[in-house]
């Protein structure tokens, strides 16, 4: 169960890579480089904190594959994605769900404290998402006033908080994935948002 979400978030970060990077009209070889960082970046990063190296999609060749295969689908099949916004928030939504609880569990496995485990997982799901934005010249959705690495915590919490219980582990790791989706889709549909400082700060001057 744990791989097989792996291999899922892998996939849902890899088209929203693929779908920012046609946004930007880039070529080829450009979109397969930002959907290839955008699934393996924060998963990267994990690793190496945590003292796993070779980092995991180095030593699996599954994770190379799925994602040529993924970004070769998404552009051939482009035409029959409507609403590229939309389908950018859902990829990038799904892929943050599911490579929260893969953090989770990797700081699980390497014995660390509930709370690191829970900032690994907001690193899996946040970074490829941090480096895709910045090689496209965007603003990281994570340092915006979205709500998106706030909703990989709660998750987090969540999942903690529900191993509590007599629940199999494979329901643990997909509520704890639910949870996060459903915040981030809350939040925006919503339009919650964490507070403005700047704002505040302009009408006390």
Request: glycine content about 12%; hydrophobic content about 50%.
């Given at each position: 169960m744990f791989y097989i979400i792996d291999i899922?978030?892998?996939?849902?970060?890899?088209?929203?890579?693929?779908?920012?990077?046609?946004?930007?009209?880039?070529?080829?070889?450009?979109?397969l480089i930002i959907a290839f960082v955008t699934a393996v970046g924060g998963g990267t990063l994990r690793d190496i904190l945590i003292g796993q190296t070779p980092v995991a999609w180095m030593t699996d060749m599954t994770f190379t594959y799925v994602i040529l295969i993924t970004?070769?689908?998404t552009i051939l099949f482009r035409s029959k994605i409507n609403?590229?916004?939309?389908?950018?928030?859902?990829?990038?939504?799904?892929?943050?769900?599911?490579?929260?609880?893969?953090?989770?569990?990797?700081?699980?496995?390497?014995?660390?404290?509930?709370?690191?485990?829970?900032?690994?997982?907001?690193?899996?799901?946040?970074?490829?998402?941090?480096?895709?934005?910045?090689?496209?010249?965007?603003?990281?959705?994570?340092?915006?006033?979205?709500?998106?690495?706030?909703a990989c915590i709660l998750g987090g919490l969540t999942y903690f908080l529900i191993r509590k219980f007599p629940i199999e582990n494979d329901f643990v790791f997909v509520i704890a994935g639910v949870v996060v989706m459903i915040v981030r889709l809350i939040a925006v549909k919503f339009k919650i948002s964490l507070p403005n400082l700047y704002k505040k700060q302009s009408e006390g001057i």
């Open positions: 899922l978030g892998t996939i849902a970060f890899a088209i929203s890579g693929v779908l920012i990077a046609m946004n930007k009209r880039m070529d080829p070889f450009g979109i970004t070769i689908l609403y590229l916004r939309t389908s950018l928030f859902l990829f990038d939504t799904i892929g943050i769900g599911l490579y929260t609880v893969v953090g989770i569990e990797k700081g699980l496995s390497a014995g660390l404290h509930p709370i690191i485990c829970i900032a690994l997982g907001t690193i899996s799901a946040c970074f490829g998402g941090v480096i895709r934005d910045i090689l496209c010249n965007e603003i990281p959705v994570i340092f915006r006033k979205e709500i998106y690495a706030t």
